[in-house]
């Protein structure tokens, strides 16, 4: 499975991004995968910010709820994060992630870069 993220940028503090991550069409199912977000600040573990599962429930951390929101398109094969209100810490690398433990599956995308200026 081959993730592709975009829709990063360069936004003022208050403003909006979405990104987007399109999973390659393979023999294992986009539907069945939990799909997640992660950010990672230069020298500091990748955390989570986001993920959606199978069946639709969602999770934030508690930094950004009320803030982002996670979706997918199975049909597209695409998770989303919308990002609203956005602050300066929220600027950083952020990822797309693929995963099925059950199959021991745990893919990555390439990392979009979201600068938030204040």
């Known amino acids: 499975v081959q993730l592709q993220a975009s829709g990063g940028g360069l936004v003022q503090a208050g403003g909006s991004l979405r990104l987007s991550c399109a999973a390659s069409?393979?023999?294992?199912?986009?539907?069945?995968?939990?799909m997640g977000w992660y950010r990672q600040a230069p020298g500091k573990q990748r955390v989570m910010v986001a993920s959606i599962v199978p069946g639709g429930t969602v999770t934030y951390i508690e930094s950004v709820k009320g803030r982002f929101s996670v979706s997918r398109d199975n049909a597209q094969n695409t998770v989303y994060l919308e990002m609203n209100m956005l602050k300066p810490e929220d600027t950083t690398v952020y990822y797309c992630?693929?995963?099925?433990?059950?199959?021991?599956?745990?893919?990555w995308g390439q990392g979009t870069l979201v600068t938030v200026s204040s």
């Open positions: 992630n693929y995963k099925r433990v059950h199959l021991g599956m745990d893919y």
């Open positions: 069409r393979s023999r294992y199912s986009f539907s069945g995968a939990t």
